[in-house]
């Protein structure tokens, strides 16, 4: 429970942390998810593709370059706390659609990332169990797996840290045995450009005319579009990044200048990796060591490192591989561990605890086993289910950006991410129809979030869950003249319906005589709106109405008996006196009041507002009194 908060500073925000990196090391952080792609995106795309694969790839880098990365700076700019994309839909849709739509994404986002941790080290199996000096551990695949998910939770259980520092290493040794690879792979085509030109004879052969090939190539997008989740993980961890002495919570430029930085310096890399990699893979491997089962089958730069390097360096690049793939999922655990706190603690949808790391991490961990053993440590069988989530969490921040830039009358940016919206929604589309499971096993983790969620909302609704209460002078007049003319602060909670005079003046009289309070005593008026029941928690302003001789305190608040509850103690704080609150009794249906409570805020008012009173405060003497006349 270490780093434990109780509260966030404001509804985007999180307290806990408080250490920042520079920003080439948060690119590791990333890039161990999207450099890692390496290690299998050049088979992929030979298998896919095939002669085609480097046009196919060079499509990928163009849509990479010009609206992928443009598209995330705009989000990096709108959302610099870390919220990703998510946060811009979601204020776009109030009440509870828009609570619903948040907690769908979130499903996406992490089936993608549990999807990222699991393929990947199951990537990192499948390497170790192919190298001649380990392959005894055939046929223990999911066990080594799952050696390698509990590692990674060790480390975030260390601390964030120790995982960006092992990054760094990771990502900067597999760059440079990469580029090693890569340029013995140029050298070969140099010496041999028959090679080359044979590439070039086969691609003419296959494809009669340029419209043909970036027709075919544009089709095949889908099947490379691997790694982009590096991304949206690179705008989750934006509060990891230092930033300059010129930022504000509110705005700060030097983080997301710095973020900038970051997601182009990502994008930049990967780009000429991987057109370097699909060039000298498909030139030089032969194409049935890309089929299943065959050598290059998910591993063709580790092919080239011991076809044209020698075991040794093979053996080097091996572990590398292994090593950053097994640290793949680093990058998917801290967007969780990011985003998970930011918005289902903030909804009432989870337990105040996941706002701590340990518990989430166990919890992630737990749910990574799971995966693991269901789909047998298998990568193909995961593929889907990654392909889906990563491409739904991208194509949701397009729409965002697209509908921002609308709304700031942005004609050229309308247009711009408009096409790059309608090229992940076809995207999209054309993943789920071909692995339509993907989808199936999406639909599961958000029918789990959103079940989980709506029992923990209903399991907290007695919360307190006001962060502070703020009282405007004429409030502040009313309570401070009270405390003057009685010893006892007396409420009416009243629900108004004409706000008249004599509204008011029956309601008194009603309560004075059902509650025997004294005509000596002067009482206030407590009336509760509330503008979202969706949201959890929130702060409590009151304003103080004078209608003739009644003096009416006006609260807006998430809920009604808890924002009762919030004002009695705080009232209580302000006077030193314990204020008593006087309710009507209502009849009907119990479970109508509790689906109503839930859903809109209101409910049986008098029992619900003592029972959030009895769990703020434990001791009877100093709990404010409820009466029911």
């Not at 004879?201 to 009669?208: C, D, G, I, Q, W």
């Not at 054309?430 to 959103?450: D, M």
């Not at 004429?474 to 629900?495: D, K, L």
Request: net charge neutral; glycine share 8%; with cysteine.
């Amino acid at each position: 429970m270490q780093g434990h908060s109780r509260s966030l500073p404001g509804p985007h925000a999180r307290k806990r942390d408080n250490e920042t990196y520079p920003w080439w090391k948060v690119v590791c952080l990333t890039g161990v998810d999207y450099f890692s792609t390496l290690g299998y995106q050049p088979g992929i795309a030979a298998l896919a593709a095939g002669v085609l694969s480097p046009v196919a790839t060079l499509v990928l880098v163009l849509i990479t370059l010009f609206g992928a990365l443009p598209m995330y700076k705009r989000v990096a700019s709108k959302s610099p706390n870390g919220d990703g994309s998510i946060s811009m839909l979601e204020r776009l849709l109030p009440w509870w659609q828009g609570k619903l739509f948040v907690l769908a994404l979130i499903g996406f986002v992490v089936t993608g990332f549990i999807i990222t941790i699991t393929l990947s080290a199951a990537d990192a199996t499948a390497h170790i169990v192919e190298n001649p000096l380990t392959d005894f551990l055939h046929g223990h695949e999911i066990a080594v797996t799952l050696v390698l998910i509990s590692l990674l939770g060790a480390v975030f259980l260390k601390g964030f840290g120790e995982a960006i520092s092992t990054a760094v290493v990771l990502v900067v040794s597999f760059l440079l045995l990469n580029t090693v690879v890569l340029v013995t792979g140029f050298v070969q085509l140099a010496q041999r450009p028959e090679l080359l030109s044979d590439w070039q004879n086969n691609l003419t052969a296959s494809y009669e005319n340029p419209f043909l090939i970036l027709g075919t190539a544009l089709v095949l997008f889908p099947a490379l579009a691997l790694g982009l989740s590096g991304f949206e993980t690179g705008v989750l961890v934006m509060p990891l990044v230092k930033g300059t002495a010129e930022d504000t919570p509110t705005r700060p430029v030097g983080r997301i200048r710095n973020s900038k930085k970051l997601l182009t310096a990502a994008a930049s890399i990967m780009s000429v990796m991987l057109l370097a990699s699909s060039l000298v893979t498909i030139t030089l491997i032969p194409e049935e060591a890309f089929e299943r089962g065959g050598e290059a089958n998910g591993r063709a730069l580790s092919y080239l490192a011991h076809q044209y390097l020698g075991d040794i360096f093979g053996t080097a690049y091996d572990v590398s591989t292994v090593m950053i793939l097994w640290f793949a999922g680093a990058s998917a655990l801290a967007g969780l561990l990011n985003i998970v706190p930011r918005y289902l603690p903030r909804y009432g949808m989870a337990p105040d605890w996941a706002l701590a790391t340990g518990p989430l991490v166990l919890i992630f961990t737990l749910v990574c086993f799971i995966v693991t053993i269901l789909f047998s440590a298998d990568v193909d069988s995961q593929a889907g289910a990654y392909a889906t989530g990563v491409l739904a969490i991208i194509t949701s921040a397009t729409i965002a950006v697209t509908l921002s830039a609308r709304r700031h009358q942005d004609a050229r940016g309308v247009l711009m991410f408009g096409t790059i919206a309608v090229i992940f929604i076809y995207t999209t589309i054309v993943t789920i129809v071909e692995r339509p499971e993907g989808l199936g096993i999406a639909l599961i983790f958000i029918g789990a979030i959103v079940a989980i969620s709506l029992v923990s909302r209903v399991w907290r609704s007695t919360e307190l869950r006001v962060t502070r209460v703020v009282l405007d002078k004429t409030a502040e007049r009313f309570i401070r003249e009270t405390t003057q003319q009685a010893r006892e602060i007396r409420i009416i909670a009243n629900n108004p319906d004409g706000r008249s005079k004599r509204e008011y003046l029956i309601k008194e009289r009603e309560e004075r005589e059902a509650s025997h309070i004294p005509l000596r005593d002067p009482v206030l008026f407590l009336e509760v709106n509330v503008p979202d029941a969706s949201e959890f928690s929130q702060t409590v302003r009151i304003k103080g109405v004078q209608i003739n001789e009644f003096r009416v305190l006006r609260a807006e608040g998430a809920a009604v008996p808890n924002t009762i509850a919030a004002v009695l103690l705080d009232l209580r704080d302000r006077t030193g006196r314990k204020p008593h609150v006087y309710f009507g009794w209502t009849e009907g249906n119990p479970l109508k009041y509790l689906a109503r409570f839930v859903l809109f805020g209101e409910g049986d008012i008098a029992p619900l507002t003592h029972e959030i009173l009895r769990q703020a405060e434990p001791d009877p003497q100093r709990r404010p009194a409820i009466h029911l006349g």
